[in-house]
């Protein structure tokens, strides 16, 4: 491929790369009537690619104070995947990349699904033939499969050999006439011209060297990518194409397609390419390239724009957390890389914990954090959660703040490390015995101490204070076994987080509540040893 690609000097000139596309971006900003598109085909769900094509779409129109458009390209029917446009448009909803035009919410320039407008297509298409542009193919599937394995053979690209170019109108005519299947294919021309891509610089790619002319209309009357998306960049008057880098090669050819109408074309952004951190390109196998993904574990959607970012540049530094607004105010085409943007799949988890931190720190965020997380809740352990007053608002804020920074989702906080923080251990004697035999009397001499602090002294420091003073009062027990102790006795497990900390974030009735039911365990065990002596 990159043979058929290159970058070349600007003739008579000195300037560099990167001052052409310094050039380049600023008159970009300077145009006014900024329109972008979003326009992606509904043939599955939305992946990290697509979602940072929008998110930088966005991101344009609105530092320009422009239109976001979404355009839904659903011309290859075979490849149509039923209830993929409501999901694309669902999950930029989530996103928070709502398009000003688009099919959902219309706008002065539809139908915006491109299989309405197929009427459009075929009258530009007419126009094309007309103009000597663009003429009917009516070599059969047979032929053209003999083309390929000929090329196969000779080890070839394989090309057509646009044989059909050459048809008189009589010929052409009668063939129409008698109702042979055909296509319609756009004449490329020799010697390709150079553009300016607003990423990638000034490139050419010569592609009536390499390809047979291509079809733009096939066959059941829909037209390709090549020409729709001509047609409705120039009807819906966008301005800049910014799309991702597997259609540099296409540029040339969408271009000489503008020549053939005679119309101006957009300036393009092409977008590198999304890569594993090793380098590697993202495949739908690894199961966690699509937005949904993320959006079904719990992450939040600005931890997840941070993230396609990050590592793509068109911001001045890298800090690490920016809300979309941030986002807006930031970003610039001239600081977008030209080389492969690699995922470092640790920072999402970096940035999920950064944004659950500032939404503690807003009334609204803060509301929806704390409804989620009772919601898990009530997945996991039942529906008696459901009532705030079971499970107060104030108790599941107290954990996430005591928590932060020691999780990443919400739904960590309901795994089997935290579901002491939601229901009572399960314990046995076996569990507390296991670990000192006096266990009885230290338990009592721990209640004791924490039932005679005032409820507004029950803090941490203060609660980890007569923790140690306990201690001191029972040396047959070393700290760290009054520990693990104690915290078998809130929790059911030998690890985890302080005993002062599960303590203040439990409350001062549920530690009671709970040190006394280990009490009562202890007590029917003696009883029952009694008993039987």
Known sequence: MMGLMSKIPPLCSTLGHHQVRQICCSHAKLSSDVRVRFAPSPTGMLHLGGLRTAL???????????SFVLRIEDTDQTRFVPGAEDSLQE?????????????????????????ERVDIYQDKIQELIERGAAYHCFCTPHRLELLRKEAARRKEVPRYDNKCRGLSQQECRRKLEDGIPHVVRFKLEDNAKPFTDLVFGITRHDVASVEGDPIVLKGDGFPTYHLANVVDDHLMQISHVLRGQEWLVSTTKHLMLYRAFGWTPPQFAHLPLLVNKDGTKLSKRQGDIFADHFREKGYLPQAVLNFITFCG??????????????????????????????????????????????????????????????????????????????????????VLETRMGHFTLLSDLVSADFQYLWDQP?????????????AGPVLRTVQSALQDMPMDQFTLDLVGSKLRDVSKTHQVLKYSSLMKMLRVTLSGRQVGPSVAEMMTTLGQQETLKRLNNALNLLDSHNQTDTEKS
């Open 426 to 438: 399960d314990l046995t004697t076996q569990d507390l015995v296991v670990i000192t035999s006096h």
């Open 56 to 66: 930088y779409n966005f991101l344009f129109a609105k530092a320009h104070n422009g």
């Open 313 to 398: 540049a068109g911001f001045h530094d890298n800090k690490l957390v920016r809300t979309l607004e941030d986002m807006v105010a930031e970003f610039s085409l001239d600081r977008v890389v030209d080389h492969p943007a690699r995922l470092d799949w640790e920072r999402l988890q970096e940035f999920q914990r950064e944004h659950l931190a500032r939404c503690l720190n807003t009334q609204e965020d803060q509301a929806q954090i704390v409804w989620n997380l009772r919601q898990l809740t009530v997945q996991q352990y039942g529906e008696r959660f459901a009532d705030s007053s079971v499970l107060p608002d104030e108790y599941i804020l107290k």
């Open 91 to 115: 999950m930029l909803k989530w996103a928070g990349l709502d398009p000003d035009e688009g099919p959902s919410n219309g706008g002065h320039y539809g139908p915006y699904r491109q299989s």
